[in-house]
C-alpha cells in the first residue's frame, strides 16, 4: 500500500497549482483498491443529503453523478443523517451491509445498471453547519469489503484531505469574491481605485480607465492614481498616507482632508477626489486587507447646488453663494469678475468670507464642499 505522507504531499501540491484534486484522489482510489470514486459538495436539509455538487471525479462518467445528485443522492441507503451529522471515516460495512444496500431501489432502479459497485467507504468532512465534502470509494460485489487496514489507510490521510479540501475551497471563495467585486465596482459611475498598503494600484474599473484615457490632468500606472497638478499630487499623497494609516490600526480616526479637487488642464470642472481607507478586518472572507479606495467623480457630469440651496446650507450671503457656486462650476475668479463687472479683489473678499464660514483652509476644499453637497 501506497505511503500516505506522499499522497498527501500530492494534495497539498494540487492546491498550491490551483489543479484539480483529481489525480491525487485517483491514487488514494488505486492505494486501497478501489474501482471508483468521488469527490462532492453536499447539502444538508435536517441533516439529510440533498444535494451534490462540484464533483471532482475518477472512473466515473459525469452523466452518472449528475443523475445521482439530481434524483438518487436522496434514495440512497448509505446517506443516513447520524453518518452525515458529522465527520470522519466511514466503512458502510457497518451502517449498511451489502444485504441491506443491494435490496434497496436505489441499488435496483440506479446503482446496479450504472455504477455496480457495493462495498463503500467514505471520509467525511465539515465545511459549514450544511456543507459536507465526501470522499466515496468503492468496490464491486465480487471483491472484498474494506477492511480495518483500509480504514486505517484512509483515517491517516483524513486530515491531510481535511485542510487540502477547505483551502480549495477557500481560494475558491476568494476567486468568487473578486470576481464579484470587480462586476460590482465596474457597474459603478464613479471612478475607483483599489490601492493595497503600498499604496500601489490593485485594480481600476471601468469608468476610472476611461476617465484616465482622456488625458486631463488623472492617469493611472502601477505606481497608483496620478494627478497632472502638483498640489493636488501632494494632496492625494497626503490623504493616501493618511488612509493608510487608518486601514493599519495606527490612526482610530478618520481626519478631514480626505476629499479635495484636481484641476483639470482643458479647463473643465475638476476631477473630485475622495481617499477612504479599507477598514482591517478581523472577520470575513479576507481578514487583514490592508489599503485604500480613491474615489474619483467627473464634476463636470454633477449638477451644482443652487446658490439659494448653498445659501442656506452654508449660511452664505447671495453674493457669497454665487461665487461659490461658479468656483465649483470650474470658472475662475478673474472670468467671474469680468461677468459680473467688478474688480477680483471684490471677489477675493467674497472668498475669504466663504471660507471663513465654511472652515475651508483653501479654495479646492471649498469646491470640494460643494461637490460634495451635489450628493
Known amino acids: 500500500m501506497a505511503d500516505p505522507r506522499d499522497l498527501a504531499l500530492s494534495l497539498y501540491d494540487a492546491v498550491l497549482q490551483g489543479q484539480p484534486l483529481e489525480q491525487s484522489l485517483a491514487a488514494i482510489a488505486r492505494a486501497v483498491q478501489a474501482q471508483t470514486g468521488f469527490i462532492s459538495r453536499i447539502g444538508l436539509d435536517q441533516g439529510k443529503p440533498v444535494t451534490a455538487t462540484d464533483f471532482t471525479r475518477f472512473q466515473l462518467r459525469q452523466s452518472t453523478l ?32 451489502p444485504s441491506v444496500f443491494m435490496n434497496s431501489e436505489y441499488w435496483n432502479e440506479f446503482g446496479r445498471k450504472v455504477e455496480p459497485c457495493v462495498h463503500a467507504m467514505t471520509s467525511i468532512v465539515e465545511e459549514n453547519n450544511d456543507i459536507r465534502a465526501a470522499l466515496a470509494l468503492h468496490r464491486p460485489p465480487d471483491a472484498e469489503p474494506f477492511g480495518d487496514e483500509d480504514e486505517a489507510f484512509l483515517a491517516a490521510l483524513f486530515p491531510h484531505l481535511r485542510q487540502a479540501l477547505l483551502a480549495q475551497s477557500r481560494l475558491r471563495a476568494v476567486r468568487e469574491y473578486g470576481e464579484w467585486l470587480e462586476a460590482g465596482l465596474g457597474a459603478m459611475h464613479q471612478g475607483i481605485a483599489l490601492l493595497d498598503g503600498s499604496g500601489r494600484l ?53 481626519p478631514a482632508g480626505m476629499s479635495f479637487v484636481a484641476p483639470r488642464p482643458s479647463g473643465k470642472p475638476p476631477w473630485l477626489v475622495q481617499m477612504l481607507p479599507l477598514r482591517h478586518a478581523e472577520r470575513g472572507r479576507l481578514p487583514g486587507l490592508r489599503g485604500a479606495v480613491a474615489v474619483v467623480t467627473d464634476s463636470a ?73 451635489s450628493g
Open 202 to 254: 490593485r485594480h481600476a474599473n471601468a469608468a476610472l480607465e476611461a476617465m484616465a484615457a482622456q488625458r486631463d490632468g488623472l492617469s493611472l500606472t502601477t505606481e497608483g492614481l496620478m494627478l497632472a497638478n502638483r498640489d493636488a499630487m501632494a494632496q492625494a499623497r497626503h490623504a493616501l498616507e493618511i488612509a493608510l494609516a487608518v486601514s493599519a490600526g495606527r490612526i482610530r480616526l478618520l
Open 66 to 97: 449528475d443523475e445521482y445528485a439530481e434524483r438518487w443522492v436522496a434514495l440512497d441507503p448509505r446517506s443516513s443523517p447520524t453518518l452525515w451529522s458529522r465527520s470522519g471515516v466511514f466503512n458502510f460495512q457497518r451502517s449498511c451491509p
Open 301 to 373: 457630469a454633477r449638477r451644482t447646488p443652487s446658490a439659494m440651496l448653498l445659501q442656506k446650507l452654508l449660511g452664505l450671503t447671495p453674493a457669497e453663494a454665487d461665487l461659490a457656486a461658479a468656483l465649483a462650476q470650474g470658472r475662475s475668479i478673474a472670468a467671474q469678475a469680468r461677468l459680473r463687472r467688478v474688480s477680483p479683489e471684490t471677489l477675493r473678499s467674497h472668498l475669504a468670507a466663504i471660507r471663513r464660514k465654511t472652515g475651508c483652509r483653501r479654495q479646492a476644499e471649498l469646491v470640494a464642499l460643494v461637490l460634495r453637497l
